[in-house]
């Protein structure tokens, strides 16, 4: 509600209340009918924030330029971490900027997207067993969650 000033410095509150936008993807909020012309958020940590705009254009014009910053923010994943037991570990998300170009940037993207396709596919084939120990069942939940959102 307050407007950002340029001359005035950013206290450690407004840090601590910024949102992260890497690996994020700003989308219509066309689930949410209480209020017209509402974008949704979903960061890399799985949060979602609802903003409204003041007109449809507006808000396109924000998910367009949130998208954008988020996509020059979103440098590649790291591969998850890697440890003996075979628990599913979420790959990590770099907050640096990229060094690819647009065309290779979307390349990439293309081609993450079929290989989490093809993993959320491979992983419905295999369902826990019901008489599986819970955190077992806990981890398919966990690992089919991610590569949904993802």
């Known amino acids: 509600q307050d407007e950002y ?4 410095d950013l206290s450690e509150v407004d840090l601590k209340n910024a949102i992260r936008v890497h690996h994020a993807l700003a989308t219509k909020a066309s689930d949410y009918s209480k209020k017209s012309n509402v974008l ?3 960061t890399a940590d799985w ?9 449809k254009e507006e808000m396109f014009s924000w998910i367009l330029r949130i998208n954008l910053v988020a996509a020059i923010f979103s440098a590649p994943a790291f ?8 628990k599913f570990c979420r790959p990590l998300l770099p907050s640096s900027m990229t060094k690819l170009c647009q065309e290779e940037q979307l390349k990439s993207h ?11 596919a491979e992983h419905k084939l295999h369902p826990v067993e019901k008489s599986l120990k819970s955190k077992e069942a806990e981890e398919y939940r966990l690992k089919e969650h991610y590569l949904i959102f993802e």
């Open 40 to 42: 949704k958020l979903k």
């Open 47 to 55: 949060r979602v924030f609802l903003f409204q705009a003041p007109s």
């Open 110 to 120: 293309e081609n993450k997207m079929k290989q989490i396709a093809d993993e959320l």
């Open 5 to 8: 000033k340029p001359d005035k």
């Open 79 to 86: 591969p998850a971490a890697i440890c003996s037991m075979k």
